[in-house]
């Protein structure tokens, strides 16, 4: 049984060490989610309600821990790390009015009786967690499963294998029975062992890369259902205001997370001109701003390192790329010195009029294109296979209302980050971002199906005119 670590990208800190899950042991939390779902499923909706806020409770009582571990996994800075645990406690009590919202119960009376509409979970769901953000996003999949009265089992990223112990720990404390929760821990194999498994849904944050391989695994399998956000190559239209808060949103957008939200802005799109250029020497200004330190660095710096040293070699290859295309190095993604191979400072490029790949960059790289027009700007702001998020900077309500009705994307924000969305709303993109099935308030939807019944209290509603058979026009209004 090979061996999983989990270190601390700042400083090389082992921060745990277990067995990763194997062919038995995942065969097993398998058979055990099947066996509870039977179970779980019947138990009364406000008593999974109970459960899930006693889950809250522990979190709230364990924050510290919690966070610790976050932060640490990742490299985030501890603010950060200490605002997810804080999204994880409020994603309790958003599942359940979404929940109740959008797969409830409800009635509608007709001439014969009624129309009933039930939601049924699934059955026993898989969820495969990011490494970005490890507590909140497989939480925002956990949570609204269980409620719904799935069973679920859980892999952490193998770059988060700690977040996600703690995690499993909490329910486990806050009374969930067994089998209903189980935790494997594990890198690609044993996600590929578990998608072998007797499966009704996957739920899964990742890569284009990974999330295309889902779906060919399941090709033949249409009964398991498919939840899948896979990042974004986001643009952000700065076109016109103040050049000075254009570019702290466009810095939050682009170098947030050290550039390690699926939502980060990883093209910037100005004007042509003396304007564009007012925007561009702003942001670089912002850019040399942006500190950089350790998780528990005081005062708390604006980013870490990225989750690992292999990351940050993927990140200035990619960078290597841009300049092979013709790119112009702006600021270039530099190593600090006196820290780890996974620190890089925010790097900017203007790659106007090159032809570069449209792939999702995973770091603090942004790209900047200056087009001629203002419909320039929306075309190439749609120039991508993607398409998760967007903004636009700018005053003018007849920009918005352009920008709204033809760009291509699920979350689009005006004069705010990319990164900016509401757990009381959807997420999700369109494109290869995912599979139309976008997750936080709507996360409900896919943990459970609708169940519609026309219901008669007895059989005297059934008339027996013309031998039982009811006239087209009258089955037709029914």
Same mark, same amino acid.
């Given at each position: 049984m090979q061996s999983l670590k989990s270190h601390c990208p700042a400083t090389g800190q082992l921060l745990w060490e277990g067995p990763e899950a194997g062919e038995?042991?995942?065969?097993?939390?398998?058979?055990?989610?099947?066996?509870?779902?039977?179970?779980?499923?019947?138990?009364?909706?406000?008593?999974?309600?109970? $459960?899930?806020?006693?889950?809250?409770?522990?979190?709230?009582?364990?924050?510290?821990?919690?966070?610790?571990?976050?932060?640490?996994? $990742?490299?985030?800075?501890?603010?950060?790390?200490?605002?997810?645990?804080?999204?994880?406690?409020?994603?309790?009590?958003?599942?359940?009015?979404?929940?109740?919202?959008?797969?409830?119960?409800?009635?509608?009376?007709?001439?014969?009786?009624?129309?009933?509409?039930?939601?049924?979970?699934?059955?026993?769901?898989?969820?495969?967690?990011?490494?970005?953000?490890?507590?909140?996003?497989?939480?925002?999949?956990?949570?609204?499963?269980?409620?719904?009265?799935?069973?679920?089992?859980?892999?952490?990223?193998?770059?988060?294998?700690? $977040?996600?112990?703690?995690?499993?720990?909490?329910?486990?404390?806050a009374g969930l029975p067994e089998g209903v929760l189980s935790v494997v821990q594990g890198g690609r194999d044993t996600g590929a062992l578990l998608a072998a498994q007797d499966l009704d849904g996957v739920l899964f944050t990742g890569s284009v890369a990974a999330g295309t391989w889902l779906r060919r695994t399941f090709l033949e399998r249409p009964g398991v259902i498919l939840a899948l956000e896979l990042g974004g190559n986001n643009p952000i239209v700065a076109w016109d205001g103040d050049a000075q808060r254009m570019a702290a949103i466009i810095a939050q957008s682009a170098f947030i997370t050290t550039g390690q939200r699926c939502s980060c802005a990883r093209r910037l799109i100005v004007p042509e001109g003396p304007?564009?250029?007012?925007?561009?020497?702003?942001?670089?200004?912002?850019?040399?701003?942006?500190?950089?330190?350790q998780w528990d660095d005081q005062p708390g710096p604006a980013i870490g390192p990225l989750v690992s040293s292999q990351a940050a070699e993927a990140a200035r290859h990619a960078a290597a790329r841009l300049a092979d295309a013709g790119a112009k190095e702006i600021r270039p993604l530099a190593k600090l010195p006196d820290r780890s191979d996974a620190f890089l400072s925010p790097a900017i490029y203007d790659v106007t009029g090159k032809d570069v790949p449209d792939e999702e960059i995973f770091a603090p790289i942004l790209q900047i294109t200056r087009v001629p027009d203002f419909g320039s700007a929306i075309a190439a702001a749609n120039a991508t296979a993607y398409g998760l998020s967007a903004s636009l900077l700018s005053d003018s309500e007849d920009r918005w209302e352009q920008f709204v009705g033809d760009i291509r994307a699920g979350v689009i924000n005006r004069n705010r980050p990319t990164t900016g969305a509401s757990g009381a709303m959807p997420f999700g993109g369109l494109g290869i971002s995912g599979n139309h099935r976008p997750s936080a308030y709507y996360a409900a939807d896919y943990c459970a199906y609708p169940v519609a019944s026309l219901e008669a209290e007895d059989l005297a509603h059934w008339p027996l005119e013309n031998d039982g058979f009811l006239p087209a026009t009258q089955k037709d209004a029914q």
């Open positions: 038995n042991e995942i065969a097993a939390a398998a058979g055990a989610a099947r066996g509870a779902f039977a179970q779980w499923r019947k138990v009364p909706l406000d008593r999974r309600i109970e $459960t899930a806020r006693a889950f809250a409770e522990r979190l709230k009582e364990n924050s510290a821990e919690l966070f610790r571990a976050i932060a640490q996994e $990742t490299g985030k800075p501890g603010w950060e790390a200490r605002q997810e645990v804080q999204s994880m406690i409020a994603k309790v009590e958003i599942s359940i009015t979404a929940q109740a919202e959008r797969a409830g119960q409800r009635s509608q009376d007709m001439p014969f009786g009624n129309a009933q509409l039930r939601h049924r979970p699934h059955g026993v769901m898989a969820v495969l967690g990011p490494y970005n953000f490890p507590g909140h996003l497989p939480n925002g999949h956990i949570v609204p499963a269980l409620l719904a009265g799935n069973t679920v089992i859980f892999k952490p990223s193998e770059q988060t294998p700690l $977040t996600g112990e703690v995690m499993g720990r909490l329910w486990q404390e304007e564009g250029e007012r925007i561009v020497e702003a942001l670089v200004a912002a850019a040399d701003k942006v500190t950089i330190g």
